[in-house]
DNA sequence: GCGAATTCAATTGCGAACAATTAAATGTGA
DNA sequence: TCACATTTAATTGTTCGCAATTGAATTCGC
């Protein structure tokens, strides 16, 4: 063999951008399931999936709301909700309504039950503060950098 | 009415815990399907969805491993990576046999199609960088963050 | 060696996630 | 007014993602 260097393939950039552990898309993709692993033994208490226990937040703060609206604060459109709404509603924690003054839309309320469960769900985000063994500080920060990488993704898609 | 302040609800931290925009996990969650949504239209064009595009980088990396190395490396189980795989095997990616020195072992490989898809796969990263409008190392010092945080979660889920 | 536990992939069933289409209701412009 | 576009949910079909189970192969304890 006459010398190394001529076996060494060339490292170009976009061999290293091909790494999976370079892709910033797996890291966030991989804590996605993370996440979803660790809350599901803290909502299965709750009789809720993690997509569920999300709309149920969204209803929390603001409920009476088409559909559509709900899609919105949750980037999610009517092919993932309307199923899951269903699901919700058999579960008695939400009631569907079609509006009278615009029949296309369906409002969200929140039934006695839906609302006697934010109580429930209280503990569940300090029990995933535990998990994360994080600071607040430091999660808020996090979740400020990532919002913001969310938006700009976002916004090249809305273009 | 005596006072307002007698009306204004208590904002506990355990209610402000719950509200959506204060989850870090939403924010992950959220800019996971963003990121989907970035890479579909650069993904079409090699004829895959995100998860096979992972399963690709990884084999890219390292192939003629077992089924279960994939999963280790992508946090995914057999029940996902089996008819994923089964897929990208119809597609002529790749190669599944059954090992010869133990026969519970399914051994992925590379065909030469599986091989020559890294080439276009190439512009793919650079696409994704100018969508989400960073600096390659506000990526990096993100993408590590992130990572940490991941690897904490599942540090707790294997307890 | 031999029975029991373990490992590995496949399967089944359910719940997302989204593209594409459908259908109904509403709005708009000539 | 009336054709036409737009808005809104619902539906259909495909692909993940995972829990739970199955079945085959291997390893371990004794």
Redesign the pocket.
Known sequence: MDSMTIMVRKQTAADQALRLDNQICFAV?STA?AF??VY?PLLDRLGL????YLVMLALWERDDV????L?ERL???????????K?LEAAELIR?TRST??????LIALTQQGQALREKAKAVPQSILAASDCTVGELLAMKDEIVALRDRLNAVLGE
């Not at 088409?66 to 609206?69: E, F, M, S, T, Y």
């Not at 980037?75 to 709404?85: A, I, K, Q, V």
């Open positions: 993709y399931h979803n692993r599901k999936t993690y997509p569920q088409p559909v559509k609206d899609g980037f999610l459109d009517s092919g993932t909700l309307t199923p899951l709404l699901r569907r003054e615009d029949e296309r839309v369906v």
